[in-house]
């Protein structure tokens, strides 16, 4: 029996898979191998860290608003923001500008605030700020920030007690921060909004810099490792919106978002097959 890729949920690709493609070639690509959306970084996830410009009112955001009409190519969200203890919501104003226009429809951040009541406060005062840009904002575990676990994201999207935040589940971060699909499951379902697809050996790096670097320069196209891929998505609600996101080490970028989302096509075509034996 096979699955017809019309029937298989839709599927995005994080800028973070080739960051050195500019949106524009980027949302061309995208469309030529079959992804159904794409992420921007607009934001350093770190500093130095590469990411671009596309302001809003300007040529380059008109080119870009072509470009994803004549594609058919949607942006799904907008990264890559870290709260820490000097963050401040109003500082990403030109940015969220630029998201609305692009009609983004989330924003992806990690939390680096040690004082958790002001995280929450901050992070509330981001999804405020991001609601009246038509947007929602999702916090994603990292093992090595203060937001390290799924169970202290879902009290952070609890305790700040806005309708539009939720959580970003990495398959990667995940396993790394010591979480499982187990735990996915008991998500409430409301929280769990977007999910990014990866894979990775089964052992666990040994220290915090090994797993940054495996983070940001060591993941495998899905169904490559030994991550519990096929778990995680039965965990996952129907309607979570699905993206790849593995780091390309050395391939061309065409080639390796082509084979990253081969690869995820095929992991979900066998979860299909499971659900409905």
């Given at each position: ?10 599927l995005?690709m ?6 050195d ?13 079959g992804?159904?959306?794409v992420g921007?970084?607009?934001?350093p ?12 009112g ?6 870009m608003?072509a470009?994803?009409a004549?594609?058919r ?11 820490d203890a ?17 009609g983004?429809r ?8 040690p004082?958790g ?11 405020e700020l991001?609601?009246?840009y ?5 916090i994603e ?13 879902t009290?952070l999207?609890?305790?700040?007690g ?5 959580v970003?589940?990495?398959?990667l971060h ?8 187990a735990?996915v ?14 894979d990775?050996?089964?052992?666990r ?12 320069g060591?993941r ?11 778990q995680l998505?039965?965990?996952?609600p129907?309607?979570?919106a ?7 080490i050395?391939?061309p970028?065409?080639?390796?978002a082509r084979?990253?989302y ?5 992991l ?10």
């Amino acid at each position: 029996m096979n699955i017809s890729p019309t029937l298989l949920p839709p599927l995005g690709m994080a800028h973070f898979t080739t960051i050195d493609v500019e949106p524009l070639e980027l949302v061309a690509m995208a469309a030529r191998i079959g992804y159904a959306s794409v992420g921007l970084r607009l934001y350093p996830a770190f500093p130095g860290a590469p990411f671009y410009k596309i302001p809003a009112g300007s040529a380059l955001m008109r080119s870009m608003r072509a470009r994803l009409a004549d594609t058919r190519i949607r942006v799904y969200d907008i990264e890559f923001v870290t709260i820490d203890a000097a963050f401040e919501p109003e500082q990403l104003k030109p940015m969220l500008e630029s998201a609305a226009e692009l009609g983004a429809r989330r924003l992806s951040l990690c939390g680096d605030d040690p004082d958790g009541v002001r995280l929450a406060a901050k992070f509330a005062e981001l999804c405020e700020l991001s609601d009246g840009y038509g947007m929602g904002v999702d916090i994603e575990v990292m093992a090595w920030r203060q937001v390290s676990t799924l169970q202290i994201a879902t009290e952070l999207v609890r305790n700040a007690g806005s309708p539009n935040g939720g959580v970003l589940v990495d398959a990667l971060h995940l396993s790394r921060s010591g979480s499982d699909p187990a735990d996915v499951r008991k998500t409430p379902r409301g929280f769990l909004r977007s999910a990014q697809l990866c894979d990775a050996p089964a052992t666990r790096p040994t220290n915090i810099e090994a797993i940054i670097q495996e983070a940001r320069g060591g993941r495998l196209p899905p169904g490559e490792g030994a991550l519990p891929l096929r778990q995680l998505l039965a965990a996952l609600p129907d309607d979570v919106a699905l993206s790849v996101e593995v780091p390309n080490i050395g391939r061309p970028p065409e080639q390796h978002a082509r084979l990253v989302y081969e690869a995820a096509q095929l992991l979900l075509a066998q979860h299909a097959l499971a659900e409905s034996a």
